[in-house]
């Protein structure tokens, strides 16, 4: 860790079907100052939006080697994370990784941060999770939204 504050970094991703129309939502948080973060694509999974929104989160914060703590509702990212999963599935050249686009995306934007993940159950009332939950559902609403360009709908990428 540095002298640096901590950030919070409050993640969700949502789909409507899985596929289907999603989108993510972020919310950055440091002492009294917020900047809240959405977009959606117009087919994707829950999944890839979850990892979209600590992507972009973490894409958004303007210091080097910040400590930040990232709240997300995904098990699937936050035990990637603190149970090794992406370190096995780098050491394995991603062979058995679902999303392999974005894992590496996310290693980009992580890097030179000092990261701490952080589960909280998603939809029980925690107000930054509902924030980014209504950001998420709210931004894969919207029309005219881009494809995701790293799904596949031919390939699994349902955990």
């Known amino acids: 860790m540095n002298d640096k504050p901590t950030i919070t970094l ?5 789909a409507s079907g899985n596929p289907g129309p999603g989108g993510y939502g972020a919310v950055l948080k440091c002492g009294d100052y917020e900047k809240e ?3 959606g ?3 994707t999974t829950n999944n890839r939006m979850e990892l979209t929104a600590v992507i972009e989160g973490l894409k958004a914060i303007k210091w080097k080697n910040a400590n930040v703590t990232v709240v997300s ?5 936050v035990k990637a994370i ?7 599935w ?18 980009d934007a992580a890097a030179g941060h000092n990261l701490t993940f952080n589960w909280v159950k998603g939809h029980a009332g925690h107000p930054y ?4 939950d209504a950001l998420a559902v709210a931004a894969y609403k919207q029309d005219g939204l881009p494809q995701d360009s790293g799904y596949k709908a031919n390939e699994e990428t349902l955990i």
């Open 90 to 107: 780098k050491r394995t050249g991603f062979k058995k990784a679902k999303n392999p686009d974005l894992w590496l995306k996310f290693i």
């Open 10 to 14: 409050y993640t969700d991703g949502a």
């Open 129 to 132: 999770n509902e924030r980014c």
């Open 73 to 77: 509702d995904s098990t699937y990212v």
């Open 41 to 43: 694509f117009c087919l």
């Open 82 to 88: 603190n149970e090794g999963w992406l370190e096995k």
């Open 37 to 39: 973060l959405s977009g």
